[in-house]
């Protein structure tokens, strides 16, 4: 693989050579480096710093705004004066409740089999 450097840094990585302005050059890299590495001359190093359980964190917390728009958007159906049957009702707490619970069993929205509860 090739990294396409300018300024100490990876705009580019590709198979192949290709002419390029004088202030950029090209060096041999890992097929692990990417875009936006770093390089300073000898060594390539990727300028994310964020550590494992960092990443889930943040994942997490993408994870609760994004539950908190869907609990914001049926508050209205816990209200004392709706107009939803107590059946219906039932049926938007258990949702709820289920979007509440979600971080208690999340491990990658990515990953094969998550998904967010269906509204009622």
């Not at 004088?22 to 097929?31: G, I, P």
Request: net charge negative; glycine share 4%; hydrophobic share 30%.
């Amino acid at each position: 693989m090739k990294a396409l450097i300018l300024d100490g840094r990876v705009m580019q990585i590709e198979t192949e050579e290709f002419e390029v302005h004088s202030d950029w050059k090209w060096v041999e890299c890992a097929e692990t480096v990417g875009s936006g590495w770093n390089y300073d001359g000898t060594n390539f190093t990727n300028p994310d710093t964020t550590t494992d359980a960092e990443k889930v964190e943040e994942k997490l917390d993408e994870l609760r705004r994004k539950r908190k728009i869907r609990l914001d958007q049926s508050d209205w159906t816990q209200v004392s004066d709706s107009s939803l049957s107590p059946k219906q009702k039932t049926d938007w707490a258990t949702y709820r409740q289920e979007l509440r619970d979600i971080t208690k069993t999340y491990q990658d929205r990515s990953a094969d089999g998550f998904k967010w509860p269906t509204k009622p």
